[in-house]
């Protein structure tokens, strides 16, 4: 089991170099193909003056033409960086980036994006939203910190809750849990008890099953989000694996208090499937 295609998203204002690093490493140690990915389009100027509709559409081509000269910018950036280190391709879209990923995340296994401003990440012209976009895109989705520097595979928690989400999560989890130096399965309940117990063992020897030892934790606590992210820093986590948990109400992406305390959280490496 292994990952065979990573679509990397790289946004068109940040730089791009930290994470395409980090996913080539990832495509290497895979044998994986890596798709590089870059979406963006410009609003259309409002205007309320009839005179002022050939200056707005003016204006408005000329923002979509800065945005295809950004992307063969990137392209080239890409492709230096790559190297020929590794199989990959470049492809780009002048749409809106959620939307975009979304239909490219149909030819990968893993997508990889940073999140430079959490759950929501600011200029959806120009930036996906990794909360709608792990809620769309039926792909598992790696959310990389900013500042990581490498491939998160040296301390991996597993936050478990019994759920779909969760067990999905795990699963998708795999290639990189086998590759990493140290693995803990972590629940957190309000009143633990022996099916909680066994819950988690049930995990830990699915791991096993995959070559993976992994340790177990549970912890008693009534706020989970807070309980998390603690042990998260207290284990000096390098990643940390979890179910998306979330619905759409109206145009709203709405979360549960630990998917959006995850997602929030930018300096920290996450790894979500729903």
Request: proline fraction near 4%.
């Amino acid at each position: 089991m292994s990952y065979k295609s990573i679509l990397l998203n790289v946004g068109i204002d940040g730089p791009i170099a930290p994470v395409t690093k980090i996913a080539i490493d990832l495509a290497r140690r895979s044998e994986a193909r890596l798709i590089g990915f870059c979406a963006a389009d410009a609003p259309l100027p409002v205007t309320m003056a009839p005179e002022g509709a050939a200056i707005a559409a003016e204006v408005w081509q000329q923002l979509r033409d800065d945005i295809k000269k950004r992307f063969e910018d990137l392209h080239v950036e890409f492709d230096r960086l790559v190297g020929g280190s590794v199989a990959s391709e470049w492809r780009n879209a002048l749409d809106n980036p959620n939307q975009a990923l979304v239909a490219a995340s149909r030819g990968a296994d893993l997508i990889i994006t940073g999140a430079p401003e959490g759950v929501s990440s600011g200029d959806t012209y120009r930036t996906v939203d990794p909360g709608s976009l792990v809620l769309r895109a039926g792909r598992p989705l790696l959310i990389v910190a900013g500042g990581a520097g490498h491939v998160p595979t040296g301390r991996i928690v597993v936050a478990w809750k019994d759920t779909r989400e969760a067990r999905r999560s795990v699963a998708d989890a795999v290639p990189l849990m086998a590759m990493a130096d140290d693995v803990i399965v972590v629940t957190i309940d309000t009143e633990p008890d022996d099916q909680t117990t066994a819950g988690i063992k049930d995990v830990a020897t699915f791991l096993a099953r995959h070559g993976i030892t992994a340790r177990t934790e549970v912890l008693k606590a009534d706020d989970e989000s807070d309980k998390l992210i603690d042990f998260l820093s207290s284990a000096k986590a390098d990643l940390v694996v979890s179910g998306a948990y979330g619905h759409s109400r109206i145009r709203e992406w709405v979360f549960g208090g630990v998917t959006r305390s995850l997602l929030d959280g930018v300096q920290l490496c996450r790894f979500m499937s729903n």
